[in-house]
């Protein structure tokens, strides 16, 4: 998987690749002729007394040595650059497979398990990709070239490298099987880790009110201490790792000394043989050495392979008609009924800015319901109505009776599991995703501000838009009484989540920015929960101004703010169990009327 998913990452950089591997093996060349011609400056030169033959090989051995070093630097270079390359793509890739996930598929993962895997485990599978093209293609050509060459200088003595190399591998292997486990366990582990962190910095306020510091550091103390125990196993193997092979090839060099030496006086063997063959000896270490780096590094980079290719392998639950991922080529690609399928509805899609002639939508659900997977009951069921242009739709009802997933249903952040839902007369499962959510303007339930200024916030909605445009939808939003005292204006910088506003300025900011979006079709997913009631009938009597030829959605709590919708839908544990105006259901629905009962009975409105 981790050799796929990197070879997936070199298009278009192989001949970068190949001028790699063509420099290092004239590296490795070069590194093995040093010992030979060491060997016959001694021979030849020195022992012969000859100092010609010593100049005229020692301005050869700095030749190569020159050769070496420039060739080990430039694979180097371009090996650094094709390995953040790889991470830059990779990182390209999970980011854009997460933003198209949908937010059931994003909690099957984590959103701190998505984070890690987007930015950790890219950054483990570069760094060994780092290691593979500066270290791997030069180890074997050492290794097998130190071998053959110090068989050359003497075959008796070569018996030492037929022992210890085999020996070697056999370490790093038992060392290697071992790594794999606790590398999985150790980013499991991390992820949790990461996970407790994020939900208590989140949670400070809730931990601190509910006085559970004690509790909740035991908790990461736990899930520390079990990350720490497993980094400390695999820490000790690698450092384990060196001292043994040292000592093995230590042993094998004293041996060849030892040995060498009584040929050397049995006249079977010269000096300079000698001084190559423990030179070719040191070399076959450090090709071992060297691979041992990169196969230390590759059982971390397979897991989080793993890691990564289970999230770019995962196919969106929200199908978009108008895109097809990478993986769902791939599927395709063996299935032609299903290619035949896939393209007969590519071609059957409205051409873009044919779904809303006249920027007007009717928004239709036909017996719609959703259940989440594994779920025993669904959360909606036989959902019917119509909201038409010029009207506000309102729905009502109890904590938990399916208001906002409802909402969510109709920008496809979820999808029905029966019925359908039409926009414009078109069965939103077969609009591209875009021009869908193009069509319409939405207002969270949970304020979200992005870091930047308050201009690059509104301009998320229309990055085209001018400054007279923002401030005529801050105007429309209520929100000049605090934008006046801001010195800065629109350029006033926002924090992460809008966390220096409070939450009436992050809600009346994000209603500006779907007004700038000038939508036919609004969602307010209860937008209106943070603002005082002089706020709230202002800013209501300034969208109805604004939005009066769109149709608006709006989820509410409060009676008060839907009261003067053309038409409330009233939810009772996912069933829509009434529909109608205020005066209607008042009338009508026992379900409405409790809930107006309970919250208009004390200012006599009723």
């Given at each position: 998987?981790?050799?796929?998913?990197?070879?997936?990452?070199?298009?278009?950089?192989?001949?970068?690749?190949?001028?790699?591997?063509?420099?290092?093996?004239?590296?490795?060349?070069?590194?093995?002729?040093?010992?030979?011609?060491?060997?016959?400056?001694?021979?030849?030169?020195?022992?012969?007394?000859?100092?010609?033959?010593?100049?005229?090989?020692?301005?050869?051995?700095?030749?190569?040595?020159?050769?070496?070093?420039?060739s080990?630097?430039?694979?180097?270079?371009?090996?650094?650059?094709?390995?953040m390359?790889?991470?830059h793509?990779?990182?390209?890739?999970?980011?854009?497979?997460?933003?198209?996930?949908?937010?059931?598929?994003?909690?099957?993962?984590?959103?701190?398990?998505?984070?890690?895997?987007?930015?950790?485990?890219?950054?483990?599978?570069?760094?060994?990709?780092?290691?593979?093209?500066t270290?791997?293609?030069?180890?074997?050509?050492?290794?097998?070239?130190?071998?053959?060459?110090?068989?050359?200088?003497?075959?008796?003595?070569?018996?030492?490298?037929?022992?210890?190399?085999?020996?070697?591998?056999?370490?790093?292997?038992?060392?290697?099987?071992?790594?794999?486990?606790?590398?999985?366990?150790g980013?499991?582990l991390l992820?949790?880790?990461?996970?407790?962190?994020?939900?208590q910095?989140?949670?400070?306020?809730?931990?601190?009110?509910?006085?559970?510091?004690?509790?909740?550091?035991?908790?990461?103390?736990?899930?520390?201490?079990?990350?720490?125990?497993?980094?400390?196993?695999?820490?000790?193997?690698?450092?384990?790792?060196?001292?043994?092979?040292?000592?093995?090839?230590?042993?094998?060099?004293?041996?060849?000394?030892?040995?060498?030496?009584?040929?050397?006086?049995?006249?079977?063997?010269?000096?300079?043989?000698?001084?190559?063959?423990?030179?070719?000896?040191?070399?076959?270490?450090?090709?071992?050495?060297?691979?041992?780096?990169?196969?230390?590094?590759a059982?971390?980079?397979?897991?989080?392979?793993?890691?990564?290719?289970?999230?770019?392998?995962?196919?969106?639950?929200?199908?978009d008609?108008?895109?097809?991922?990478?993986?769902?080529?791939?599927?395709?690609s063996?299935?032609?009924?299903?290619?035949?399928?896939?393209?007969?509805?590519?071609?059957?899609?409205?051409?873009?800015?044919?779904?809303?002639?006249?920027?007007?939508?009717?928004?239709?659900?036909?017996?719609?319901?959703?259940?989440?997977?594994?779920?025993?009951?669904?959360?909606?069921?036989?959902?019917?109505?119509?909201?038409?242009?010029?009207?506000?739709?309102?729905?009502?009802?109890?904590?938990?009776?399916?208001?906002?997933t409802?909402?969510?249903?109709?920008?496809?952040?979820?999808?029905?599991?029966?019925?359908?839902?039409?926009?414009?007369?078109?069965?939103?499962?077969?609009?591209?995703l875009?021009?869908?959510?193009?069509?319409?303007?939405?207002?969270?339930?949970?304020?979200?501000?992005?870091?930047?200024?308050?201009?690059?916030?509104?301009?998320?909605?229309?990055?085209?838009?001018?400054?007279?445009?923002?401030?005529?939808?801050?105007?429309?939003?209520?929100?000049?009484?605090?934008?006046?005292?801001?010195?800065?204006?629109?350029?006033?910088?926002?924090?992460?989540?809008?966390?220096?506003?409070?939450?009436?300025?992050?809600?009346?900011?994000?209603?500006?920015?779907?007004?700038?979006?000038?939508?036919?079709?609004?969602?307010?997913?209860?937008?209106?929960?943070?603002?005082?009631?002089?706020?709230?009938?202002?800013?209501?009597?300034?969208?109805?101004?604004?939005?009066?030829?769109?149709?608006?959605?709006?989820?509410?709590?409060?009676?008060?703010?839907?009261?003067?919708?053309?038409?409330?839908?009233?939810?009772?544990?996912?069933?829509?169990?009434?529909?109608g105006?205020?005066?209607?259901?008042?009338?009508?629905?026992?379900?409405?009327?409790?809930?107006?009962?309970?919250?208009?009975?004390?200012?006599?409105?009723?």
């Open positions: 998987m981790l050799v796929g998913l990197v070879k997936r990452q070199l298009a278009g950089q192989y001949a970068y690749v190949w001028a790699i591997v063509f420099l290092q093996l004239i590296q490795a060349a070069a590194n093995l002729l040093l010992p030979t011609v060491n060997a016959a400056i001694i021979d030849d030169g020195i022992v012969a007394g000859e100092p010609g033959v010593v100049s005229r090989l020692g301005v050869l051995m700095a030749v190569i040595a020159v050769v070496q070093a420039a080990a630097i430039a694979a180097g270079y371009l090996g650094a650059v094709v390995a390359r790889i991470g793509r990779l990182r390209a890739e999970v980011f854009t497979r997460i933003q198209s996930l949908s937010s059931q598929d994003v909690a099957l993962f984590g959103t701190q398990s998505l984070t890690i895997r987007a930015t950790n485990d890219v950054q483990q599978i570069q760094a060994f990709a780092v290691l593979v093209f270290m791997l293609f030069a180890g074997p050509a050492m290794g097998v070239g130190g071998i053959v060459l110090a068989v050359q200088q003497d075959v008796a003595l070569s018996l030492v490298v037929i022992v210890i190399v085999p020996l070697l591998l056999l370490i790093m292997y038992l060392i290697v099987r071992r790594l794999i486990p606790l590398y999985r366990e980013q499991d992820d949790r880790s990461g996970g407790i962190l994020r939900e910095i989140i949670g400070v306020d809730v931990i601190r009110a509910f006085v559970r510091q004690g509790h909740e550091v035991r908790r990461f103390a736990e899930t520390n201490a079990g990350l720490t125990a497993n980094n400390l196993q695999s820490a000790l193997l690698v450092a384990g790792m060196l001292p043994i092979i040292m000592l093995v090839v230590n042993t094998s060099s004293v041996a060849v000394v030892w040995f060498g030496g009584h040929r050397i006086q049995a006249g079977q063997m010269n000096l300079g043989a000698l001084t190559a063959f423990i030179a070719y000896i040191m070399q076959i270490l450090l090709a071992i050495m060297m691979s041992m780096y990169v196969l230390m590094t059982p971390r980079a397979a897991v989080c392979a793993e890691r990564i290719q289970a999230v770019l392998d995962t196919e969106p639950s929200v199908g008609p108008g895109n097809h991922t990478a993986a769902s080529d791939r599927a395709a063996d299935r032609a009924a299903s290619d035949k399928a896939a393209s007969d509805k590519a071609a059957a899609l409205p051409p873009p800015g044919a779904v809303l002639p006249g920027r007007q939508a009717t928004l239709a659900f036909q017996d719609v319901a959703f259940s989440y997977p594994g779920a025993e009951a669904p959360v909606l069921a036989d959902i019917s109505f119509t909201a038409a242009p010029g009207t506000t739709t309102a729905i009502v009802g109890s904590t938990g009776s399916g208001k906002t409802l909402l969510n249903l109709i920008p496809r952040f979820l999808d029905p599991t029966h019925g359908r839902i039409t926009l414009a007369g078109h069965d939103i499962r077969h609009l591209p875009d021009q869908l959510r193009a069509a319409m303007a939405i207002v969270p339930q949970h304020s979200h501000l992005f870091t930047g200024t308050i201009a690059d916030n509104l301009r998320m909605a229309d990055p085209d838009a001018t400054d007279q445009e923002l401030w005529a939808v801050l105007e429309a939003a209520q929100t000049m009484r605090f934008m006046r005292d801001l010195p800065l204006g629109l350029a006033t910088p926002v924090g992460q989540g809008g966390a220096s506003l409070s939450g009436g300025q992050r809600q009346r900011l994000c209603i500006a920015r779907a007004l700038l979006r000038k939508a036919p079709l609004y969602l307010f997913d209860d937008s209106f929960s943070a603002l005082d009631y002089d706020t709230d009938t202002r800013l209501r009597r300034a969208l109805d101004q604004a939005l009066a030829a769109a149709t608006v959605i709006i989820v509410a709590e409060r009676i008060s703010a839907v009261e003067d919708a053309d038409l409330i839908l009233v939810l009772d544990d996912g069933r829509l169990v009434a529909q105006t205020h005066r209607e259901l008042l009338e009508t629905s026992a379900t409405y009327r409790e809930i107006a009962e309970s919250q208009l009975a004390l200012d006599g409105t009723l």
